[in-house]
C-alpha cells in the first residue's frame, strides 16, 4: 500500500472505532463521544493494541502516516484553544469579579496544592520527571494539570445537563474562564527559559502591540474577514510563541484571548467549534494515545493515575467548599459546581501535552495524567445529575 492509503486506513480507524463503542455501548450518559475518541486514542497505540500487533502498528502508524496525522493534530488543537481563548467572557467576570475571584481563587489553588502533593510522592521514585524537567517544574505542572478545568467540554455538559444559559451554568463559565487565564499564565512560567528570556521578552512586547493593532482592525472588517483573518493572526501568534520557546498552543490561547466574542456570530462560533470537534480534534485524540507509555509497569501508572485523580477531585470540591463558606451559598450549591469544575478532558490533555513535547514529564507521567483526565471527565455527568434534580425539587414552587 501507498502512504496515503495507509495514511488513509489510519483515518478510518481514528473515526470509525470510537463511534462504534459509543453507540455500540451506548456510554453517552457517562461518556460522552469525545471522551470515547481519547479513550480509543489509547487503545489504539503502542501501550494496548501496538503492544499485542506489533505489526499492525508498525504498519498502521509508520514514521510518514504519524508525521502526517501530527501536523493535522497540531492545527486541530490551535484552532480549538483559540475558539476557547475567544469564548472568553472577561466583563462578566469582571462585572462579579469578587465572588468570581474568590471562587476561581480558591477552585485552582486547593487543587493545585493537592496536586502538587501527589507529584511529590510520585517523585519518590524515577520514571515521572523528563530528562528536561526541573522537579520544581514537575511538580507545579502536574500539579496545575489536577487544578485544570476543561472549559469547551463544560460547555457542553451544561448544555446536555440544560442549565448552560440558566444563572448557575453561567456562573460555573465564569469560575472556569478566571482559571483558563492563569493555568496558561503558570504554563509561561514553567516554560520560561532563561536562555531564551530575550526572546521571549520580545515576544510579548511585540504580541502586546499587535494586539492592539489587530484589535483595531477586527473592528473595521466585515463579519466574514474576521474569520480569516483571524486564521492568520492565530498561525502567526502560534508561530511566533514556539519560536520564542513558549509553544505554539500558548500562541493559541492569546490569539483568541485577545479578541472579542461580540465580533463573531454566537451561533456560527459554537457551529465552528463543533465541527473541529467533530472533523479533526479526533485526529488530535489518537496522536495523544500514541504517546501513553507503560514503562514504569502498568499498575505504577494506574496507580499514580488514582493518586491524581483523588488529589484533583478532592482538591477542587474542597477548594469550592470553601468558598461557599465565604460566600453563604444555598446547601448543595458547592457540590454541583465543584463535581462541574473538575471536569478535565480536553484542556488539561492539551496541558499535558506541552509539558511532555518540552520534556518536562515523561510518557508514564503522561499517561496517568490522560487516564487522570478521562476519570475525572467519565464522573461529571453521573455525579451531577442527581445533585441537580434534588436541588431542583427543593426549589419551592411559585405562588399562584
Known amino acids: 500500500m501507498t502512504t496515503t492509503e495507509v495514511f488513509l486506513l489510519a483515518l478510518l480507524l481514528i473515526f470509525t472505532v470510537p463511534w462504534l463503542l459509543w453507540r455500540g455501548l451506548k456510554t453517552d450518559y457517562y461518556a460522552p463521544l469525545v471522551v470515547v475518541q481519547i479513550v480509543s486514542g489509547i487503545l489504539l497505540g503502542p501501550g494496548v493494541l501496538g503492544a499485542i500487533?506489533?505489526?499492525?502498528?508498525?504498519?498502521?502508524?509508520?514514521?510518514?502516516?504519524?508525521?502526517?496525522?501530527?501536523?493535522?493534530?497540531?492545527?486541530?488543537?490551535?484552532?480549538?484553544?483559540?475558539?476557547?481563548?475567544?469564548?472568553?467572557?472577561?466583563?462578566?467576570?469582571?462585572?462579579?469579579?469578587?465572588?468570581?475571584?474568590?471562587?476561581?481563587?480558591?477552585?485552582?489553588?486547593?487543587?493545585?496544592?493537592?496536586?502538587?502533593l501527589a507529584a511529590l510522592i510520585m517523585l519518590q521514585s524515577p520514571g515521572w520527571a523528563g530528562e528536561a524537567g526541573q522537579p520544581w517544574q514537575v511538580v507545579?505542572?502536574?500539579?496545575?494539570?489536577?487544578?485544570?478545568?476543561?472549559?469547551?467540554?463544560?460547555?457542553?455538559?451544561?448544555?446536555?445537563?440544560?442549565?448552560?444559559?440558566?444563572?448557575?451554568?453561567?456562573?460555573?463559565?465564569?469560575?472556569?474562564?478566571?482559571?483558563?487565564?492563569?493555568?496558561w499564565a503558570v504554563m509561561a512560567l514553567i516554560l520560561l527559559d532563561w536562555e531564551r528570556v530575550g526572546r521571549q521578552g520580545t515576544f510579548l512586547?511585540?504580541?502586546?502591540?499587535?494586539?492592539?493593532?489587530?484589535?483595531?482592525?477586527?473592528?473595521?472588517?466585515?463579519?466574514?474577514?474576521?474569520?480569516?483573518?483571524?486564521?492568520?493572526?492565530?498561525?502567526?501568534?502560534?508561530?511566533?510563541?514556539?519560536?520564542?520557546?513558549?509553544?505554539?498552543?500558548?500562541?493559541?490561547?492569546?490569539?483568541g484571548v485577545v479578541l472579542d466574542s461580540d465580533w463573531f456570530d454566537r451561533k456560527s462560533l459554537d457551529a465552528f467549534r463543533d465541527h473541529i470537534l467533530l472533523a479533526i480534534m479526533p485526529v488530535f485524540f489518537l496522536s495523544t494515545g500514541l504517546k501513553t507509555q507503560w514503562g514504569v509497569g502498568g499498575l505504577m501508572v494506574f496507580g499514580a493515575a488514582g493518586l491524581l485523580l483523588a488529589a484533583s477531585v478532592a482538591g477542587k470540591l474542597a477548594g469550592v467548599h470553601l468558598a461557599s463558606l465565604i460566600l453563604k451559598w444555598p446547601k448543595g450549591e458547592a457540590s454541583i459546581i465543584g463535581w462541574l469544575l473538575q471536569t478535565k478532558a480536553l484542556i488539561m490533555i492539551i496541558f499535558a501535552n506541552i509539558l511532555l513535547d518540552k520534556g518536562i514529564i515523561t510518557n508514564d507521567a503522561f499517561t496517568a495524567l490522560l487516564l487522570m483526565a478521562v476519570g475525572s471527565t467519565m464522573l461529571t455527568i453521573?455525579?451531577?445529575?442527581p445533585k441537580l434534580k434534588r436541588a431542583s425539587s427543593n426549589v419551592a414552587p411559585a405562588a399562584p
Request: charged fraction near 15%; charge should be positive.
Open 382 to 385: 453521573p455525579m451531577v445529575t
Open 53 to 116: 500487533f506489533p505489526a499492525y502498528y508498525a504498519f498502521v502508524f509508520n514514521p510518514q502516516v504519524v508525521t502526517a496525522l501530527n501536523g493535522i493534530a497540531w492545527w486541530a488543537v490551535m484552532i480549538f484553544v483559540w475558539v476557547a481563548g475567544i469564548e472568553l467572557d472577561l466583563k462578566q467576570a469582571w462585572k462579579h469579579r469578587v465572588e468570581t475571584g474568590i471562587t476561581s481563587g480558591l477552585a485552582l489553588a486547593v487543587p493545585l496544592v493537592f496536586g502538587s
Open 205 to 255: 512586547v511585540a504580541f502586546g502591540l499587535a494586539a492592539f493593532a489587530v484589535r483595531a482592525l477586527m473592528r473595521r472588517l466585515e463579519p466574514k474577514d474576521r474569520w480569516y483573518f483571524g486564521l492568520i493572526w492565530l498561525a502567526a501568534c502560534g508561530l511566533a510563541a514556539d519560536w520564542a520557546g513558549l509553544h505554539y498552543m500558548v500562541g493559541a490561547f492569546l490569539a
Open 140 to 183: 507545579i505542572g502536574i500539579g496545575m494539570a489536577c487544578a485544570v478545568t476543561a472549559l469547551p467540554i463544560l460547555v457542553l455538559f451544561l448544555d446536555k445537563l440544560q442549565v448552560l444559559r440558566e444563572p448557575l451554568g453561567q456562573r460555573v463559565l465564569r469560575y472556569a474562564s478566571i482559571d483558563d487565564i492563569a493555568i
